[in-house]
């Protein structure tokens, strides 16, 4: 789909489907209004006659309408008056993609200023209708063979401007959405395809595209690397598969040399069994979404290249997967990592802190100005914040505020859980440094606590997104997430508003 900024009165926007925005109550917004003027007041005498739902996201589609240049004209319910906020606005996105998809019409012109929401400004109106319509239009049916639904006809979506200048910071916008949104698309992808497709290989081949298609630094570190970097706890984890580990190095230069990089590190287990620590059968097919961290970093990396952003960033995934079998890593078992610190493996289903835990002692070598790591690290963390904020841990409280900051201009959304000493016990071991469980108690908290022991020299925050990067149920897939929140978060960094 294809997106622009033009700027157009509503009554003259030549079509096929014009969308305008009504908000609950008798004030209608100013295209909105314009385009009744000139349909001598057709538009108020259906809403009069109470066609449209009072629910944010309703439709209700008018053709021909007498006096509008437009094809179609298609009321779009925003909130209800004095109620309209952020998530009614998400809502009312939602709704309005699922109905141009039902529709015939080829392209479709949205009133930008008509979705501003308090405090928010334009570019983030912009943000939001590009992130919110290509979502709802994100289509994961490259292996099915048969019955596919015919793709929709909408091919371009204007965002239009009425009466005011488009600014450069309206453009910048735009390129900054429609990059993320293919960043998140390719999180996506990696994230819904198979495990016996989406493997470490595959993984690698996928960061060596993006090179070549973005003009990245790549490096793929192998086994032997591996064995010469001392990375133990790392190995340990992939000793049970026949797929061969990985350990990605993607670098985009958009800055000044001397600027030190933001290093992402994502979790990049492309199935997860729990290994010897078998999981239960039921729902273990989710466990390819593992590797939702590893797509993230991939997917911020496209976008910040696709939109040449002026930052440095590294993008680390180490990547394997976690199999059961006779060469397997035993309950037991003690490991060296690359730090030197010795671990005892005391339950092999926490296997995305080993492969961290090496990722991030190799991530000091950059010098970074910050490092984030992103994992669907922990069910813990699921049962602490549900499906909606993913949880933040941090050993610098600014960073922290950033990302907190960053999460709530993109919506998506965060929320800071302590990352206290006092929790630091829970993994006492009577045989090595450290255990890698922490028992029951503050499951999230624990993972956390035995990457801190990896970061103390580093900037350092910690991103669990088992409950935000996918989702089950009938809507199984998923869901993109954080890359919005990370490619905001670079920006933000780089002055950008
Ligand atoms: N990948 C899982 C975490 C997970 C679980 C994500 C459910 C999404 C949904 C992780 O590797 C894992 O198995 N963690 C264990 C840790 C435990 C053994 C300390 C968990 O959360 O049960
Ligand atoms: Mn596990
Ligand atoms: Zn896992």
Known sequence: MQFSIRAVSPEQAKTACLVLGVQGGETLPRSTQAADKAAGGALRRALAAGDLAEKSGSTLLLRDVAGLAAERVLLLRLGERGKYDVSACREALRGLGAALKGLGAKDAALFIGDLAVA??????????????????????????????????????????IAGAPITLQARAALKEAVATADGADLARTLGNLPPNLCTPSYLADEARKLARQYKLGIEVLERKDMERLGMGALLAVTRGSREPPKLIVLRYAGAAKKKKPLVLVGKGITFDTGGISLKPGAEMDEMKFDMSGAGSVLGALRALAGMRAPVN?????????????????????????????????????????????????????????????????????????????????????????????????????????????????????????????????????????????????????????????????????????????????????????
């Open 119 to 160: 405090g928010r400004s334009l570019p983030w109106a912009v943000r939001s209708a590009v992130l919110g319509l290509r979502e709802a239009f994100y289509r994961f049916e490259q292996l099915k063979t048969q019955k596919k639904p015919a793709p929709s006809a909408l091919v371009s979506v204007t965002l239009a």
């Open 313 to 497: 960033a590294i993008g680390l995934v180490p990547s394997c997967e976690n199999m059961p079998g006779g060469a397997a890593t035993r309950p037991g078992d003690i490991v060296i990592t690359m730090s030197g610190q010795t671990v005892e493996i005391l339950n092999t289903d926490a296997e995305g802190r080993l492969i961290l835990c090496d990722a991030l002692t190799y991530a000091q070598r950059f010098e970074p100005a910050a490092v984030i790591d992103i994992a669907t690290l922990t069910g813990a963390c699921v049962i602490a914040l549900g499906h909606v904020a993913t949880g933040l841990f941090a050993n610098d409280q600014k960073l922290a505020d950033a990302l907190r900051a960053a999460g709530e201009d993109a919506w998506d959304r965060v929320w800071q859980m302590p990352l206290w000493e006092d929790y630091q016990e829970q993994l006492r071991s009577n045989f090595a440094d450290m255990a890698n469980i922490g028992g029951r108690p503050a499951g999230s908290v624990t993972a956390a606590c035995y990457l801190a022991r990896f970061t103390r020299k580093l900037k350092w925050a910690h991103l669990d997104i088992a409950g935000t990067a996918w989702r089950s149920g009938r809507e199984k897939g998923s869901t993109g997430r954080p890359v919005p929140l990370l490619v905001r978060y670079a920006l933000r960094q780089a002055g950008r508003p």
